[in-house]
């Protein structure tokens, strides 16, 4: 069974600071890939998403993420945090096949002091 | 983007009790829906996949008798907690999936959080 394995549990930055995560997948087949963000007490927000096409995928509020195939990797960039961007980020995996369930990995929390 | 709704979004319950979740789309026609659980600090892990018209698929681990799972119509499927106990307090939340299209995007609702006392 596919899985998706995010490297950092809790993330803390500096405003302004450059933010990568991590994310991997465990899958040899085609794939659809999301970055989802969870701001406290808020329910999940989509972030960015790739279906195919260009690797370097551009989402909402700064993000962008870059999809490896040949490393299964999908890791999230933002060249400079806000303090408004503390929240849980989750990186999900999908097969593209009609109704799939996204995977979830673990998460990461992100803490950003201003 | 598509609105999903999800009622109630808070419910307090006493244990042995059941309690019914219900999953809307507002403005599109969902043909398969996804009901996952969040654990605090924790990630969303999938429970069931239902078809309209069709039973619902558990996850391994995830029983049947006790997490009903009726997917109405294209519009609504709802989750039913029987003889709930403190063990099931979590957040529940639904996600739909339009269309029958590889390429399509998960919609979720907001999430209901139960606490079983």
């Known amino acids: 069974a596919q899985s998706v394995s995010q490297h950092n549990h809790h993330v803390i930055l500096s405003e302004a600071a450059s933010l990568e995560l991590g994310c991997n997948y465990s899958y040899g087949g085609t794939v659809n890939l999301f970055w989802y963000v969870q701001y406290p007490g808020q329910h999940l927000q989509l972030l960015l998403k790739?279906?195919?096409?260009?690797?370097l995928v551009k989402g909402i509020k700064g993000f962008e993420a870059e999809f490896i195939k040949s490393k299964f990797s999908f890791n999230l960039r933002k060249p400079s945090v806000q303090w408004s961007d503390t929240a849980e980020y989750f990186c999900?995996?999908?097969?593209?096949?009609?109704?799939?369930?996204?995977?979830f990995g673990k998460g990461t929390t992100l803490s950003v002091s201003s | 983007g598509a609105v999903v709704s999800q009622h109630p979004s808070r419910v307090i319950c006493k244990s042995g009790t059941s309690v019914k979740i219900e999953c809307r789309s507002l403005?599109?026609?969902?043909?398969?829906m996804f009901w996952y659980r969040q654990f605090p600090k924790q990630s969303l892990m999938l429970m069931a996949t239902?078809?309209?018209?069709?039973?619902?698929?558990?996850e391994q681990g995830v029983e049947k008798d006790k997490f009903l799972i009726n997917h109405a119509s294209l519009t609504l499927s709802t989750l039913t907690v029987t003889s709930a106990h403190p063990e099931d307090s979590s957040f529940y939340i639904c996600s739909l999936l339009p269309g029958t299209g590889a390429y399509n995007e998960q919609f979720f609702g907001p999430g209901t959080r139960l606490t079983v006392l």
């Open positions: 239902s078809n309209e018209g069709s039973k619902a698929t558990y």
């Open positions: 999900a995996v999908t097969l593209n096949q009609a109704g799939t369930a996204l995977i």
């Open positions: 790739y279906f195919s096409g260009d690797p």
């Open positions: 403005d599109f026609q969902a043909t398969t």
